[in-house]
């Protein structure tokens, strides 16, 4: 029997569902009916705006403009935020630092940082520089927005016109936007966050503020920052009384001032400022009448010490300075350990080899680093031409060491016990997985000593080494010598295919050259503020070295490179009556070429290539770079007493002369230094007390033949 209340309450239910459905269909059904009326509603007000005909044609691609715009625009903003993020608090306040150089015997040798004045004011300035700065950097600045979409353009065309970068294009306010807040890299990025800081300038200064930040805080060469510290730098006046031809010199400084500074290449900015005079006829700001006396008697310059400044090195040394400083000191000055006489000679060994040899291989860079085995740099080469490129490849540019890099290879070996340089090892066809590297003659010698397979640079036996010994020892060891780049353990890392930069190769080199302790370079000695308080030196507080080859490593890893040198693929290196010591490296379609070497007073590396990689005709690190070695360390060597290397006997010194030839009377050059090398003073003093012993004291003699009283005296 069913139950009565059951089935009501089934009942009341089912009426209540059958509501809410009947409720839900009637809100679809208004709702749908409402939308259609809209859409109608709608429908027939844009029927208003309907275009026929050929206007149908640009409403659409306006419409799809107005689209991608807007997705472009939020695209855009997503770029500009890190450009903000370069903008702090303290924009305005200049933060750098001033620094004086000095060499390691006191004597200027640069400066960097800020060498400024800012208080002339802009209306104070005159009227004929301001003109020859806007019509070369930016004829429309008064009436772009801040970036100059026409001057872009018209860089553009010359640029492909011309097939390289001729002209630029950035405006008065992105190159502000570049002083105040980023770096000189040529990257997409950079030039975003450039774009994008100019129209923040645009927006919160006037133009007369972007111009006279921009007249105050570009770099003018000669160690100053804007015109007028820059018009008393180059001629000993103040920037209010500089005439026509010398406000177009300093215009002239704006697009490469290592290039066209006065004191360092006349000829070249007064060239440059008769460019300047152009444009401003050009842009109608002056007549050719006007300009006529400025190109008759163009500016001259201060008279100033032709110091030969080592930029490279300068750039390096002042990144140095400010890690070492705590801010609270602007205006420094830093003794160096830089050797003036060593630096002009890298320089010159280097440039010569390009010049003489460098078209016939298709090479047209190197880099050059020389330190003693302790770390402390006696000269840097980051290029030919610091005016042409400010890119410094001795620290910055990571390039394959091939070969070169085997050495930390056969050191993990020596490290294990199991090898020494008479241990035989077997010259063989090699595999890792489906790699299998081969030997430059594409031959196997088969069984051979160690010492004889690194002389010959053979790979399969590098790569069984690595085998052998494991990798990540290899990658552990380099860093502990004090290579600093990163070093990617891959199975062909025994061969070189992890990039170092040319410091890193000398400073993991001076490991073994010093005996078998870490290296750290060093081109610091001292740093003063201006009061002359010295606020670091190095030799304040003396860490203790760090070991990191056993004794019987050096000596085996000395005696194979000493070898090389001798007898392998260094043979060019090689000194006459000095022991050397080194590796060669090539790398992969030969585009780098290096020799690394030492000998018990220097350790140098020398690299060779092309800055876009492009692949070198066959240049071999025998060839270039171990002769560059050699010119360089012949001069470097002059005033030295040659030391033994490690594990080496001492080198025959019996023949050492007592007389120089005529030939060698540069030798005794004192340099920029002004004074003789503490070894050559110490030479002359030998060589004038045998010369007195001989010959007895010819002062002596003189004495006893000149009268004696007052008689001598008239």
């Known amino acids: 029997m069913k139950d009565p209340f059951r089935s009501e309450s089934r009942g009341k239910w089912r009426q209540r569902l059958l509501a809410l459905d009947g409720l839900i269909d009637s809100s679809l059904h208004d709702t749908g009916r409402d939308l259609a009326e809209y859409w109608e509603r709608f429908s027939n007000f844009m029927r208003r705006f309907h275009v026929e005909g050929v206007w149908r044609g640009f409403t659409e691609a306006a419409s799809e403009g107005a689209t991608l715009s807007v997705a472009g625009a939020l695209v855009m903003l ?60 930016d004829r429309r600045f008064f009436t772009h927005f801040g970036i100059d979409v026409m001057g872009t353009f018209r ?55 972007i111009l006279k930040l921009y007249l105050d805080r570009a770099y003018m060469g000669g160690g100053t920052t804007g015109v007028s510290a820059a018009s008393e730098f180059y001629f000993g006046k103040k920037v209010t009384d500089i005439n026509l031809a010398e406000s177009a010199l300093l215009a002239g400084l704006f697009k490469a001032p290592a290039r066209y500074a006065p004191h360092i290449n006349l000829p070249a900015a007064r060239a440059r400022a008769n460019e300047v005079l152009s444009n401003m006829v050009e842009a109608g700001f002056m007549t050719e009448g006007q300009v006529v006396g400025a190109r008759r008697n163009p500016a001259g310059a201060v008279e100033r010490s032709q110091i030969a400044s080592a930029d490279y090195f300068l750039d390096w040394a002042f990144e140095q300075v400010k890690r070492r400083v705590d801010g609270s000191e602007k205006v420094l000055i830093a003794r160096t350990t830089l050797d003036m006489r060593m630096q002009k000679a890298a320089e010159a060994a280097l440039e010569s080899t390009l010049r003489e040899s460098g078209e016939s291989f298709n090479v047209r860079q190197g880099a050059l680093v020389s330190m003693e085995p302790d770390g402390t740099i006696r000269a840097m080469v980051g290029g030919r031409d610091y005016g042409t490129s400010t890119f410094n490849r001795a620290v910055n540019a990571k390039r394959q060491p091939g070969s070169s890099f085997k050495p930390y290879v056969y050191a993990v070996a020596l490290e294990t016990g199991r090898y020494e340089p008479d241990t035989i090892v077997l010259d063989a066809p090699v595999s890792i997985g489906n790699w299998s590297p081969q030997n430059y003659g594409r031959s196997f010698k088969g069984r051979l000593s160690l010492r004889n397979a690194l002389r010959q640079s053979l790979n399969t036996v590098a790569v069984r080494l690595s085998i052998k010994t494991g990798r990540q020892p290899i990658a552990d060891l380099a860093h502990a010598m004090g290579i600093m780049s990163p070093i990617r353990v891959t199975r062909s890392l025994a061969l070189g295919s992890s990039e170092l930069t040319v410091l890193d190769q000398a400073t993991g080199y001076s490991s073994i050259a010093n005996g078998g302790f870490r290296v750290e370079p060093r081109g610091i000695i001292e740093i003063r503020n201006s009061g002359g308080v010295a606020i670091y030196d190095t030799n304040a507080n003396p ?72 692949p070198t005709r066959r240049l071999t690190g025998g060839n270039l770079p171990a002769m560059t070695w050699a010119k360089f360390m012949r001069v470097a060597m002059a005033y030295e007493i040659p030391k033994p290397l490690p594990g080496l006997p001492p080198p025959d010194t019996t023949g050492e002369a007592l007389v120089a030839e005529a030939g060698d009377a540069d030798l005794l050059d004192p ?35 000149e009268p004696r009283g007052e008689a001598a005296a008239q």
């Open 78 to 137: 997503a770029l500009a935020v890190p450009a903000f993020d370069e903008i702090g608090s303290d924009w305005r306040t200049q933060t750098d630092y001033s620094v004086t150089f000095l060499d390691r015997y006191g004597n200027v040798i640069g400066r960097r940082g800020v060498l400024q004045d800012d208080t002339v004011e802009l209306e104070d300035l005159p009227d004929h520089l301001v003109k020859a700065v806007l019509a070369t950097e």
């Open 155 to 209: 860089a553009l065309l010359e640029n492909a016109r011309a097939g390289g970068v001729v002209q630029g294009g950035s405006s008065i306010t992105q190159q502000l936007a570049k002083n105040l807040f980023l770096s000189n890299e040529r990257t997409l990025q950079r030039k975003i966050k450039e774009a994008y800081l100019a129209l923040w300038l645009e927006a919160n200064l006037s133009k007369r503020e």
């Open 543 to 614: 860490q203790p070295r760090q070991r990191v080859l056993k004794e019987t490593t050096v000596a085996g890893m000395v005696d194979m490179l000493h070898n090389v040198a001798e007898a392998g693929t260094g043979r060019r290196a090689r000194l006459p009556g000095i022991q050397v010591a080194g590796k060669t490296g090539t790398t992969n379609a030969y585009r780098d070429a290096w020799f690394v070497g030492f000998t018990g007073n220097y350790t140098t590396a020398v690299w060779l290539g092309n800055d876009n990689y492009e």
């Open 671 to 705: 340099g920029a230094s002004g004074r003789l090398a503490p070894q050559t003073s110490s030479a002359l003093g030998r060589l004038e007390e045998r010369f007195r012993e001989a010959n007895g004291d010819p002062l002596q003699r003189q004495a006893a033949l």
